[in-house]
């Protein structure tokens, strides 16, 4: 029974829910079917990083009766953070993929209070990825608990901080089956400290930019090819700049698999970093002019070339 479950479970068509079209955003709808094309196979990322959250997840799936052991609910929560651009709504595509698990998206903003959002929360069923993506700017309740807030300003407080720790404790302590929840940011430093420890956020991934490794797994992906003469020149620009997997993947696009498209596209990539790198440059000079007098003289003290090395 157990491997006829197994077997219908890998086999069967994944889903996508959403909170958003629903009253007071406290119920789960069915959008459609979760039919996204993203697999580790196709992620753009280095293969050590990649296979540390493969091995991650494998293990989680398969370690009930551990958690059980140890009296700990059986979840796991990512935090995905990096710019806009860097993959990580096709790492969360990946993650249900390999995971086979269905992808509940929930729209904080939708949420009509604290317990709205309990409600919505323990009605996510066994074996699913809770997704809150740019949870920085789903709400403002994501910011420092310390900072001050009119009574005015609570008063119409859709949810709160403190209602979204409860949840994400409380959620999955009354179910059996294995749950992940995913948070993703552009910006890791603007959420509070006590949302993104270990225990509710356990794995931090940085979702970075494109280095070289990952341009030779997108050429292979995109143009077929594992070597070509212009990648060394490739390697040393994106070590002067930085671009997105996404931006690098746009300039891949060939019309056809002959060998001269590949060439275009790689000739169209480096144009686009020498320029990347060459605005670069600019910025920096303008930025350099800019400084006062005062400036220069403590970075030259600073950096202990003139001064005695210390900065006051």
């Known amino acids: 029974m157990e491997k006829g479950i197994e077997t219908v479970t890998k086999n069967r068509q994944l889903k996508l829910y959403s909170n958003s079209a629903s009253e007071q955003g406290g119920y789960w709808n069915y959008i459609m079917e979760f039919d996204h094309p993203a697999t580790f196979e196709t992620v753009a990322m280095e293969e050590e990083k990649k296979k540390d959250i493969i091995n991650d997840l494998k293990k989680f799936s398969k370690a009930k009766e551990y958690y059980r052991r140890i009296g700990k609910p059986w979840k796991r929560g990512y935090l995905l953070y990096g710019p806009p651009g860097t993959g990580k709504s096709t790492m969360i595509a990946a993650m249900a993929n390999e995971l086979n698990y269905d992808v509940y998206d929930l729209e904080l903003t939708a949420v009509s209070s604290n317990a709205n959002l309990k409600r919505l929360l323990n009605r996510t069923p066994c074996n699913s990825i809770l997704v809150i993506e740019d949870i920085d700017c789903s709400s403002d309740i994501t910011g420092q608990r310390e900072k001050k807030q009119s009574d005015d300003m609570v008063k119409f407080e859709k949810v709160t901080l403190s209602g979204l720790l409860n949840c994400v404790d409380g959620l999955f302590s009354a179910y059996d089956g294995g749950r992940v929840m995913v948070f993703t940011t552009n910006h890791v430093e603007n959420l509070d400290s006590a949302l993104i420890r270990r225990g509710r956020m356990d794995k931090h991934i940085a979702m970075s930019f494109c280095g ?101």
């Open 212 to 312: 070289f490794e990952a341009f030779k797994f997108l050429a292979n992906n995109y143009l077929g090819i594992e070597n070509h003469e212009l990648f060394p020149k490739i390697e040393g620009l994106l070590k002067q700049t930085h671009i997105t997997p996404a931006d690098v993947a746009e300039n891949l696009i060939a019309d056809d698999d002959d060998e001269g498209s590949a060439n275009a596209c790689l000739q169209t990539l480096i144009e686009v970093l020498e320029k990347k790198v060459e605005e670069e440059k600019s910025r920096l000079l303008n930025d350099d002019e800019k400084k006062t007098e005062p400036d220069r003289a403590v970075e030259e003290n600073g950096t202990g070339a003139k001064g005695n090395g210390h900065v006051y």
